[in-house]
């Protein structure tokens, strides 16, 4: 299956946001919507990429630019290889700041605007759709997976981290909410998810009664998808594409 991809602009309650939206290219709909968070590198081609990948096993697939209240995905992208020693390093230093003042207050206005734009696509079928994540956007994927519990049946995060924090809007506290089946995968060189922290949000999933299935990749450190960053990791990267089709297959029926 090929798919195809077209950047486009959604209304936001804040303003004009970028997204990359793609769908398979040779089977008319409808197929299930699947919303795909960025990590914290951004809208870019390597999550053009991921997306279409998605796409590919039969969905349409919507990317948005959550940073569009900080200007464009071109203006936030960085501008050199990350792939080089010191590079994705320096990056994160200039973007951090955009992760941290990214508030789940902003996050929960912007998935209104998203959902509403996957529901308005002609090959989007009705019914449930799935939320998925990188780094960062693992946290939103989870907590798109709370706010909207009838929608959300499937939730993929990846290399994610800070899903437990001290905070009383700590990422983990929202599982209660969730309805839908949990795919967590956490690198296992990451000090922003420790051992402790993954089974803190095991447990949770546990006591709240949901289908989930908990993966450290193992040597795989934080960024394993991504391959246009140091980071990547090919053996890891593709099992993460292996267990998210199987989890999407099952959940989106």
């Not at 902003?106 to 529901?119: G, I, N, Q, T, W």
């Not at 795919?183 to 949901?210: C, F, K, Q, R």
């Amino acid at each position: 299956m090929t798919t195809r991809g077209e950047r486009v602009q959604l209304t936001t309650p804040d303003g004009p946001a970028e997204a990359y939206l793609t769908r398979p290219a040779e089977h008319p709909g409808p197929h299930p919507g699947v919303l795909l968070y960025m990590d914290a590198i951004g809208l870019r081609p390597q999550i053009e990429r991921v997306a279409d990948r998605i796409a590919d096993w039969g969905h349409v697939v919507l990317a948005p630019n959550v940073f569009h209240r900080h200007g464009t995905a071109a203006e936030i992208a960085p501008t050199t290889d990350l792939r080089l020693p010191g590079e994705r390093e320096a990056f994160f230093a200039t973007v951090m700041p955009l992760v941290a003042s990214h508030s789940a207050e902003e996050a929960a206005r912007d998935l209104s605007a998203y959902v509403a734009a996957l529901d308005a696509d002609p090959d989007v079928a009705p019914g449930p759709i799935g939320t998925v994540g990188y780094c960062m956007g693992g946290r939103l994927a989870l907590r798109a997976g709370a706010q909207l519990p009838d929608r959300v049946a499937a939730i993929g995060m990846f290399h994610v981290g800070g899903l437990v924090t001290d905070a009383p809007d700590s990422p983990h506290l929202s599982i209660p909410q969730v309805r839908g089946e949990v795919l967590a995968g956490y690198a296992d060189h990451d000090g922003s998810m420790p051992p402790e922290a993954v089974a803190t949000v095991d447990e949770a999933l546990s006591a709240a009664g949901l289908a989930h299935t908990t993966a450290v990749y193992p040597g795989a450190s934080h960024g394993f998808v991504m391959a246009d960053t140091s980071m990547y990791d090919e053996d890891a990267a593709e099992r993460h594409y292996r267990e998210l089709q199987d989890l999407l297959a099952r959940a989106l029926v």
